[in-house]
């Protein structure tokens, strides 16, 4: 494949500056924890819908997408569209009490129902979660800076690792909401309106599009159905209860922005995949033989796109990567700070929480580096965290927002079963088998309805108009 030109080259490395310079441009207005965690709850609506949009396409919806639409055509639109479908769900969800908590963390909103220990118990969950995804976007970005500057996979993990890295530890959430809508804008111009234009263009325009494009490929269920349900599985209960999507709620001015932000960012995520597809299926006309379907959004970028257009759109694919790796190192250092550091000493003072939590997040990107340059598989990183967010988390976190009154041992018993149950079922079928998902959410739901109905020592959280409870 042709490596980028030395123009294309310098575009996109001052661009990786900008990043950082935008850390430094917003921590000023770092001065407590909630400014460091959740942007001092002060994000606008189209600031919000950009940020949230940007957190939830990450490295395996862009190139997970336009690989699946190279494969499998208008099929492809399962994997976006369920994400999309997802996180409307969570606008939904936001109507209930979980919006008017002031909470840094869903492990905080675990301890509020269920005790001390299940937060904590939820706390090593989610940033298990959190950690092994973040883990995927360091690889995807060194597999795009790869392609982008020829570089070893090593080097630009390293060097993307480090950037995301910068830009959080200088301004925390504040400096990962400016990045997004930043990386927001070069998304929308790069894939979303230049890439699918120009792909169109050089394959003869619409007409051509519409009348080359394999039969097999205008089939929506072409993908087959056991993929479909994989992606419900996984999706739908970690966008639903995921940390890094939920911090980006509580970073929100008011319930009525989180919602509708929300709503609009869903929105964005399903128009997003439909130009991925777009891209894919015009690949597919000019080059039915690729040899590696996976690198389908960089070749498709090469063939399709000339210099200085092209640097956008790799940037873009890198923008994508990059918000979603900078969310999942910021929501793991805030649990680990929150619910596991300031649980176990309350008295640290706001200086002491943001300096602990900066120290957290480099100590965890730095070893999400470490594990990127290590690991062997993508995939098994992200079967092992959805494994865990949905089989343990999904069930009690979402009925303690529903349920008038809960049962405290309901909710850490079945946390405790669905965990040994999750880990048992790795180990008898493997890292990457879907048992540990489903038999995960069947326990966890089992015990928990299940003493939930016989535990008489039920309790309503009540939350007054401040977020307090």
Known sequence: MTHFTTTDTIIVICYLIVLIGVGIWVARRTKTTEDFMVAGRNIGIWKFTAAMAACVIGGSLTMGSSTLAYNFGIGAIWLGGICALSIFLLSLFLRTKLSSLRILSAAEGFGIFYGPYARVLSAVVMMIYMFMVGVVQVVAVGTIMNVMFGWSTQVSMLIGGLVVLAYIVIGGMWAVTYTDIFQFIIMTVGVCILCPIMAIHSIGGVETFIESAPATHLDITSIGGAKIVAYILLYTTGFLVGQDIWQRAFTAKSPKVARRGTAFAALYIFLYTVALIIIG????????????????????????????????????ALAAVMSTASSEIM?????????????????????QGILITRLIAIAVGLLAIVCALWIQSVLVALDVAYAFISGCVFVPLVFAFLLKKVSAKAGLLSMVGSFITVIIFMVKDGLAATTPIIFGMFVSAAIFFGVNAIDKKKHKVDIMEDGTV
């Open 281 to 316: 299926i015009c690949l597919v006309i000019a080059m039915p033989n690729l040899e590696n379907p996976d690198l389908a959004f960089a070749t498709a970028t090469t063939a399709f796109t000339p210099t200085g257009v092209r640097c956008v759109i790799m940037a873009a």
């Open 331 to 351: 929501g793991t250092a805030t649990v680990a700070y929150n619910d596991l550091v300031r649980n176990a000493k309350p008295d640290c003072t706001e200086k």
